[in-house]
């Protein structure tokens, strides 16, 4: 990767040198396990017949692993030396969305049918678990206070990621969420494992704590910044693009950021957004004009406002401490790649 190369340049050296060690990782499960594995990560069809150059399967972007690559390289180390913590955290991120398509009764996931769709609740139960144990027993493989340290992260971020999915689970019962709640919420679920991504590289490159602390801030504040934007997405993104239909969040009545951020400035917009939610069945008109309320409570203004912020602390963040050139300017541009999608 050069000066100047482009989130794109990124991911797809990411992808090449990390495919190759996550698929003889997952290889070692028993070979029906494999199986399914393959397909959700869109190296095989269903039957276990290769994808076809044109079939458009993909197996996700591979952010989270170029991150934990770029995050060795910006503490002076290669980025081969950040490939177990990759091929860690792209095991924990894909166990978590099988099981989120389980739990969210999703028929689709990269515009494919979803594990548990494909070959079964019970069978996505348990590719899911298998993937989460391979992450922490490939990173055991070699000894060493780095790897255990790596472990230690992992585990930590994990954690908090299934503490973060429960409280959005428990979300669902409540009639209204406060600010404070949703942020907490998304900053365990999804902000974690990105600062453990953004952090994993540096510590198994043995960096200097005062590094792997800034990394771990930037990483977290992509994560709170790509969590608003989704948000955002969830309920005015292009179905193409998302694989739902707009509004769908508003829908489903999650209690999103934008949402959360409507109800909590109060008036008649947020009494009016929380009568619709309360509601058991919510009409497309009532979702056209739920979407509406949010826009006109500034919960959609105040949600781009947090995304902006958490782009500007995670660069803040890196600014902080001496690293790499090339690498930090990579990490930059992958941040704004994450935040600033259109929606």
């Known amino acids: 990767m050069g000066c100047g190369a482009s989130a794109q340049d990124v991911l797809e050296r990411s992808r090449a ?4 060690a996550l698929k003889a990782v997952v290889s070692r499960l028993l070979p029906e ?3 399914a594995a393959g397909f959700h990560f869109g190296w095989a069809e269903a039957d276990g017949s290769p994808v076809s150059p044109d079939g458009g399967a993909g197996g996700g972007k591979y952010v989270r692993s170029a991150l934990a690559l770029l995050s060795a390289e910006a503490a002076g180390a290669s980025p081969e030396v950040g490939v177990p913590g990759a091929v860690g955290v792209e095991l924990i991120h ?6 989120d398509d389980i739990i969210d009764n999703d028929d689709l996931r990269r515009h494919r049918p979803t594990v548990w769709r494909t070959y079964g609740v019970g069978e996505a139960i348990i590719i899911g678990d298998a993937l989460h144990t391979l992450a922490f027993e490939q990173l055991l493989e070699t000894g060493g206070a780095a790897r255990l340290a790596a472990v230690a992260d992992l585990a930590e971020a994990t954690t908090a990621m299934i ?3 429960h409280q959005d689970m ?3 019962k409540l009639t209204s969420v406060s600010l404070d709640d949703c942020l907490q919420m998304l900053t365990r679920k999804t902000a974690a494992l990105l600062a453990h991504a953004c952090a994993v590289g540096a510590i198994l490159a043995e960096a200097p704590p005062t590094v792997v602390v800034a990394l ?3 990483g977290l504040q992509i994560g709170v910044g790509f969590q608003a934007v989704d948000d955002l997405l969830g309920i005015w993104g292009d179905p193409a693009a998302t694989g739902k239909p707009v509004g769908n969040d508003l829908r489903e009545r999650k209690k999103t950021l934008p949402v959360a951020l409507a109800l909590e400035a109060g008036g ?5 957004l929380s009568d619709i939610l309360a509601q058991e ?3 497309d008109s009532d979702v056209a004009l739920a979407a509406e309320l949010v826009v006109s409570a500034g919960g959609g203004e105040a949600a781009s406002e947090v995304a902006r912020s958490a782009l500007s602390g995670a660069r803040d963040a890196l600014a902080s401490v001496d690293v790499a050139s090339r690498p930090a300017a990579e990490l930059n541009t992958l941040a704004a790649f994450i935040v600033e999608r259109e929606f």
Do not use: C, T, W, Y
């Open 170 to 172: 428990s979300f669902d």
């Open 216 to 218: 771990r801030e930037f």
């Open 163 to 165: 503490a973060g999915q």
């Open 268 to 272: 008649r917009e947020a009494e009016a």
């Open 281 to 283: 069945h919510l009409s």
């Open 94 to 99: 894909n166990f978590s969305l099988i099981h």
């Open 17 to 20: 040198l990390v495919a190759p």
């Open 33 to 35: 396990m494999a199986l």
